[in-house]
């Protein structure tokens, strides 16, 4: 296992509000500032909003992810934080992505508010492998449509 790379799953509550065109505007405003400055600490990832939450996976090396993390822990475009995973990885599924975006959905998808409740530690973490695995199947189909 690549011990250097850490990847973290989250949702988090979207404080975005406004119409959809002003959303998609706020969105595409954190994607330009992201992938300006993933790439230049080595981080990728992508990035879903789904009925009003945010579903994100980040990855590069440990100190960069703790960094970044803790700039969106208090981005006050973020609440209800709930990290699923942060785990060192054998390798990246973005990495062809600064910031990938997944979509931009008005109907909340993965079942995003009984995770955010969910005590059980478990299905935390399988949560967020399937987070992980999920928002791949996104981004790769998001692509094609490009």
């Known amino acids: 296992m690549n011990s250097n790379i850490y990847s973290i799953a989250y ?6 509000n406004g119409t ?3 959303i998609v505007q706020g969105i595409e405003s954190i994607l330009k500032i992201a992938r300006a400055k993933n790439t230049e600490l080595g981080i990728t990832g992508a990035l879903l909003y789904s009925g009003g939450y945010f579903s994100q996976v980040i990855e590069g090396p440990l100190a960069s992810l703790e960094d970044l993390f803790e700039v969106i822990q208090n981005d006050p ?3 209800e934080i709930k ?3 942060f785990n060192p990885v054998e390798g990246r ?3 062809d992505w600064s910031m990938a975006l997944a979509g931009v959905e008005d109907q909340m998808l993965l079942g ?3 995770l955010l409740k ?4 478990l299905n935390t973490k399988q949560a ?3 987070l992980i695995n999920i928002l791949y199947d996104l981004v790769r189909r998001h692509e094609e449509v490009d």
């Open 20 to 22: 959809r065109e002003n």
């Open 112 to 114: 995003i508010d009984k």
């Open 11 to 16: 949702f988090s509550k979207s404080t975005l």
């Open 93 to 95: 599924y973005f990495s």
């Open 83 to 85: 990290v699923l995973h």
């Open 118 to 121: 969910s005590p059980d530690e």
């Open 77 to 79: 475009r973020h609440s």
């Open 128 to 130: 967020g492998l399937h």
